[in-house]
Every structure is written in C-alpha cells, then in structure tokens.
C-alpha cells in the first residue's frame, strides 16, 4: 500500500504565525515636517509607528487594522531625549522606557516615573516601547500615566496647524480614546520637577511580575514643619482612564503624615474611582485594595522626601 | 507593498527584500537562514523571539523588518557557534539550564545583554532582567545559575 502525501500549501512567509500582521502600507517621513504632512493626509486611516508594542499587538489580533502605518524611524532623533527647562523636565514621545530608566536625573527628579518604567513589561518591552506610545495607546492600565499626573504632567501635540499644550489631566477621555485630533501627534511631555521637601512613588498590584495592573497609584506629598502642604494622588486601571483622587489629596493637606492619615486618604480615594470587574480583577477588590494601597505609595513618598 | 532593506545580521551585511507588513523574526527564519530566533507567542509575553539590535534585547516578533534598516542585528548564531560556543551559551549546557530548549536562544540573548550592560549581576538583578523571557519546562533555576555562572567566567572569577 502506498501514501499519498500531500505537498502541502506553499509556505505565505506572512502566514507563518498564527498571529500575522494584516497588510497596510508602509510611510516613513523622514522629517518632521512630513511626518505631520502624512498625518494631516491620512488622519485615521493612519496609525504612528513608535515601538509598536501595543501598536503590533492591536493589530496582529485585528483590534486595529490600518491602512497605513507611519514609522517615527527616522524622525526618531529629534522626537527623543529627556532635558530639563526649569521647573520642568521634558522629555520627547518617542524617548524609550528604558532610557527613561537609566536617566539618573528621574529618579531623582520624578522617582514616581522611575517606579513606574522599571516594572513596565521587560526589558525588551522597554527597549522598545516608548513614554508617546504608552500615552498615545490610552489604556487605563498605561503605567506611566498616574506618576505623570502626579507630576502635573501636560502634553504637547503638533499638527500642520500648530500646536497645542494639553493638561495630561484632560487628555484621556476613554479606555483607548484621548483628546488628540486625527492630524495631530504627541511631540513631549513635560512634567514638574520634584520642589524641595517633596517626594513622589508608585506602585502597582499585578498578578505577576509581568502583568498589567490590576490597580496602580502614584503619590506626589510636600511636607513643611510636619504639616502636608500639597499632595497630589493619582490611580491606574480603577476607572474607564488614569484619574486624579482629589479625595485623597483633601484629606491629605494640612495634616500629618502619618500613616492613619494616608489611610484615611486610601479610604477617601473610593469616592474618586469607578472601578469594574475585568479580566485581571474585580470592582470589589480595587474597592478594597486602594486604601492599604495608596497608604503603601504615601509611605514610599515620604521616605523619599529630602533624600 | 514592499522594499529592500539592508542591515548587519551577526557582523555580516545583508540586503533583502521585504513586505511592508513583514516582521523581523520572519525574515530571519524564512529567508536569513537563522533558527534560534524562535515563535511562542507572537505577541511579545514570551521572549523566545529575542534579538539584540544594537547591543540592546527587543522581540523580533514585534519589530517590523524595515525598522531595522541600518542596524546590528545579532542573533544566537552570531554570538558562538557549536563548535565555539559563547561562554553563555557553554554555561546554559553545562548547567542543564536547558530542557526543551525552545526558549533557550532567547535567554542566551537576553543574558548577552545583561551580561554587555552589567558584568556582575546579583541573583536578584539577574531575574529581574530575565522576567520577559518564558521558561515552560526549567523553572528558572539552573538558567539563573548558568548566567551568573557565565558572568564570573567572563569577569575572569573563575
Ligand atoms: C508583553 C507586554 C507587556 C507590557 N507591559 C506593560 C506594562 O507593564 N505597563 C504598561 O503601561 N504597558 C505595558 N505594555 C504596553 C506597551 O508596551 C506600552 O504601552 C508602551 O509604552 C507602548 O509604547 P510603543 O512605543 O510601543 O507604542 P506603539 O505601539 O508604537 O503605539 C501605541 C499607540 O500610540 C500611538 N502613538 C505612538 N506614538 C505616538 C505619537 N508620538 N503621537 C501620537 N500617537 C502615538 C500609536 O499610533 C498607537 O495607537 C506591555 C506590552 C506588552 C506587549
Ligand atoms: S514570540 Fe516574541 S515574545 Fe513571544
Ligand atoms: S527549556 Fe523548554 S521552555 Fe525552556
């Protein structure tokens, strides 16, 4: 008896995988200026190549497929790069995750932000991704977002007709949604700098090391002859963005920094979320968790004030 | 759509023609000759697609082979061979840091990495570095000890 096998289908090299990229044309200006050109054109036919780390993903399980992808390769240089202005320190979309983490100038300056990218996927994840993708991709669990708010974080956006500065506050607008105009692209961010006797953390709560929050929260407290004179409170992945507590911070000036205090403000910060049940947790257990958890982060804030 | 591009793959400069959509571990694999570079997951939570560019660890299942244009590719390939095998590479077998081996290539690169940015890493760096990569079969523990191990031999400790 005798086999017939079968020669089997030529190998698509785009089929390899079973996940695969849907096709879409390829733009890489090579300036700025034709960068925001190209954007103008395509609008939302048009998706920003930066890492490609949400991008990629989207659109090898057809959340997203565009018709064009635009590359920041070789604009790469000048949208990049971490300086200070200031009070304030700047640092361009499409700085690395993990050039934000060897800036030694963060941790010192913004150490919530530093918290943040150095529990961000990873490494590889960090040597692609970058701060503008993180922002831009809008997820409620984006890590760097509550230590930027924090940090009274703003955002400017370029477009053929100009730019405009955006409170990183009034940016979001949904899980995956921002304020940004279909011709429009993150330039920066620009964030404050840690003032004297002030400190700022973050932490997040994660199944594994790896994972997405399932609820994160970033601290900003200034504390003058024992007294919090401002703070600033910040949470991840418990509302449909990345929201300011302003519970927490009323309850947090003028007194102590005592831990009843922060734990007082944990409570106070339930008034401020609108958490669901998803797939890596429960409306219930962010409900819980955010009062040990915010006291943790305002604990971590005030050891670092002075140092 | 498509184009050529040209880039250094383990010291080597190659030119080839890509699809626009094209991802680099695919053009490895398919048309480069190289296997180590390896798909788990496609979706970068497993690290067995790592490779460096530059000097630095990224998932070739999530790099668009246009984006490379230019750079240093280097894969498991290029850091020893059988018959010279990197220090790394010695320690993953003489460690049974291998089982399957189907994520080997991946941490041999990732611990490349490491190794280049820190030649003296603790136990606890040296996880915290690993984290990206995916082990099903070892649990970790003689691929930690082979890196570490490797570290010492390159640091001339051993
Ligand atoms: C395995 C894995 C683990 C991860 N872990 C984490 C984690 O722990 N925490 C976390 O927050 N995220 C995590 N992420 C998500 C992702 O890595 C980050 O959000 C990263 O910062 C995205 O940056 P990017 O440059 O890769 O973005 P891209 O994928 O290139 O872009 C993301 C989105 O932003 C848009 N965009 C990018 N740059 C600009 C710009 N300059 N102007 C306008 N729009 C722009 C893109 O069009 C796209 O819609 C993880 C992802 C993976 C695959
Ligand atoms: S195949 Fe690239 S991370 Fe899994
Ligand atoms: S040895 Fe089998 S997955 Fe690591």
Redesign the interface.
């Known amino acids: 008896m005798t086999f017939k096998v079968s020669p089997g289908p030529k190998l698509d090299i785009n089929k390899a995988n079973t996940h695969i990229l849907p096709p879409f044309t390829l733009i890489e200006p090579g300036s700025l200026k034709e960068l925001l050109e190209v954007k103008a054109k395509y609008g939302e036919k048009a998706a920003i190549l930066a890492g490609g780390t949400d991008l990629l993903v989207k659109m090898k399980l057809r959340i997203l497929e565009p018709e064009y992808v635009i590359s920041l390769k070789k604009v790469r240089s000048e949208l990049s790069g971490i300086r200070r202005e200031g009070d304030e320190i700047v640092i361009g979309a499409a700085t690395l995750l993990r050039d934000i983490e060897l800036n030694d100038s963060i941790m010192r300056l913004a150490p919530a932000l530093f918290d943040a990218v150095i529990v961000m996927g990873g490494v590889q994840i960090r040597n692609m991704g970058t701060i503008g993708g993180n922002l831009g991709n809008a997820s409620p669990a984006a890590d760097t977002a509550p230590p930027l708010l924090v940090h009274s974080a703003s955002v400017k956006l370029l477009s053929t007709s100009g730019e405009r500065i955006v409170p990183l506050e009034e940016f979001f607008t949904g899980p995956g949604r921002t304020v940004m105009r279909p011709d429009e692209i993150i330039y920066e961010v620009r964030l404050k700098a840690l003032g004297k006797g002030c400190g700022s953390a973050f932490m997040k709560i994660a199944r594994t090391a790896f994972d997405l929050a399932k609820i994160s929260a970033a601290a900003m407290i200034c504390v003058e002859d024992g007294v919090i004179k401002e703070a600033k409170v910040a949470v991840g992945s418990a509302a449909p963005t990345p929201v300011r507590a302003r519970s927490a911070e009323d309850a947090l000036v003028g007194k102590a920094p005592t831990p009843e205090t922060f734990l007082e403000a944990g409570k106070a910060a339930r008034n401020d979320i609108s958490p669901i049940d998803d797939v890596r947790s429960t409306a219930w257990y962010r409900r819980r968790v955010i009062a040990p958890l915010l006291h943790d982060v305002l604990q971590k804030a005030l050891g670092r004030i002075g140092v | ?1 498509g ?1 050529f591009v040209s880039f250094t793959l383990n010291g080597k400069p190659v030119r080839v023609y890509v ?5 680099l ?3 490895l ?3 480069l000759g190289i296997k180590s570079a390896k ?1 788990g ?5 497993c ?1 067995a697609c ?1 490779v460096l560019v530059d000097g ?4 070739s ?4 082979t ?2 490379v ?1 230019g750079k240093e590719v280097l894969t498991a390939e290029g850091l020893g061979t059988p018959e010279r095998l990197h220090t790394i590479q010695k320690a993953f077998a003489e460690h049974a840091a291998v089982q399957c081996g189907y994520c080997t290539p991946g941490f041999v690169m ?1 611990a490349a ?2 190794l280049k940015e820190n030649p003296n890493p603790s136990e606890e760096e040296v996880r915290e ?5 995916y082990c099903r079969c070892t649990g970790y523990y003689n691929i930690v000890k082979a890196i570490l191990a490797a570290a010492k031999e390159l640091s001339g400790e051993a």
């Open positions: 759509m184009r699809e626009d959509n094209e991802i571990l695919n053009t694999r398919y048309k798909y997951c496609g979706i970068g939570e690290g790592t630095r660890a990224v998932l299942c999530l790099t668009l246009t984006e244009e990732t990495a490491l570095y690993i984290r990206g990569n």
